[in-house]
């Protein structure tokens, strides 16, 4: 389980279960199992601090890499 946070602000947005190797590049909307603050407005992932996330891309938002960190453990099955 991982925990998303702004790489701005440090505030966390999300935790997400994160399955097989590699890197974030992709959080499917249905692996995010606790939302904490975040906002979305015209198909794009904000921060409250006004940093921008990722794009809403349907079933998934695409990350955008040096706007957020993560914490925690990668299930690599």
Avoid at 37 to 44: C, G, N, Y
Avoid at 66 to 75: H, I, Q, R
């Amino acid at each position: 389980m991982l925990t998303i946070k702004c790489s701005g602000c440090k505030r966390k947005l999300w935790k997400y279960k994160k399955i097989g190797p590699g890197e974030v590049l992709r959080c499917h909307k249905r692996r995010m199992t606790r939302k904490f603050e975040f906002d979305i407005r015209d198909s794009k992932l904000y921060c409250l601090c006004g940093q921008t996330i990722g794009i809403d891309k349907g079933s998934f938002y695409k990350m955008i890499a040096k706007s957020f960190t993560y914490s925690g453990t990668k299930d690599n099955s």
